[in-house]
């Protein structure tokens, strides 16, 4: 069964701190990782997936496959940060239709 | 584009009435999906559509809901009857095929008191 975890529900950092938001999947297939972040009072948004590799507001996330892992850090957490993250997976050989699977989220708390 | 739609933004009823959620996907996307947040278990897959086709209704919790595409531009889900553990915030995301981001609308807040 395909699966998405994340095992915390809220992390609290001081500002200028490393961040490190744990993800672990579990999945049969192929996956292609993403992490969406929600800010306060917006909608989910992308904010990065493992195939471009690239760092988003900072962050970035390596994928894993040995400890089917996919974590997201940022070395300087920025209170601007403040949000709930969720990681999600989707197969990666993107047929028609594939839904995200989405872990349970952690809410980031960044604090001055 | 304005993005996924999403109506109402806020929704208070009464348990045992019928609740209907609507969804207007970007143009031109293929794939529909609803999806329920909730504290205790996040975000939760009920239905997704591809093409105005229901792929997968797996994730609907209970024969109370339904969900319906009738056209490219228009969805709906509907519980019925609602009952107060149906409180969370609905979620309606669509993607074009081979696309890498599925897009989210600002969700409707559903209280059912």
């Known amino acids: 069964a395909q699966r998405v975890t994340q095992p915390e529900k809220l992390l609290s950092v001081f500002k200028g701190a490393p961040v490190e938001l744990k993800c672990n999947y579990s999945?049969?297939?192929?996956?292609?990782l993403f992490w969406y972040v929600q800010y306060s009072r917006q909608r989910l948004q992308l904010l990065l997936r493992?195939?471009s590799r690239e760092s988003i507001k900072g962050f970035t996330a390596d994928l894993n496959k040995g400890e089917t892992s996919f974590h997201l850090k940022k070395p300087f957490a920025q209170e601007e940060d403040s949000a709930m993250y969720y990681c999600?997976?989707?197969?990666?050989?993107?047929?028609?239709?594939?839904?995200?699977?989405f872990g349970k989220g952690t809410t980031l708390s960044v604090s001055s | 584009d304005a993005g996924v739609i999403q109506s109402p933004r806020h929704e208070v009823t009464e348990m045992g009435q019928e609740v209907t959620l609507r969804c207007k996907p970007i143009?031109?996307?293929?794939?529909l999906f609803w999806y329920r947040q909730t504290m205790m278990r996040g975000l939760e897959l009920l239905i997704y559509?591809?093409?105005?086709?229901?792929?997968?209704d797996s994730g609907m919790p209970e024969d109370r809901f339904s969900a319906k595409m009738p056209n490219a531009s228009f969805s709906t889900l509907k519980i019925q009857p609602s009952e107060p553990r149906d409180s969370a915030v609905y979620f309606c995301?669509?993607?074009?095929?081979?696309?890498?981001?599925?897009?989210f609308g600002q969700g409707t807040r559903l209280t059912v008191v």
């Open positions: 995301a669509s993607r074009r095929d081979r696309g890498p981001e599925a897009f």
């Open positions: 999945y049969s297939g192929s996956p292609e």
């Open positions: 493992h195939i």
């Open positions: 999600a997976l989707r197969d990666r050989r993107d047929q028609a239709g594939t839904a995200l699977i």
């Open positions: 143009s031109g996307h293929n794939s």
């Open positions: 559509f591809n093409n105005n086709v229901p792929i997968d």
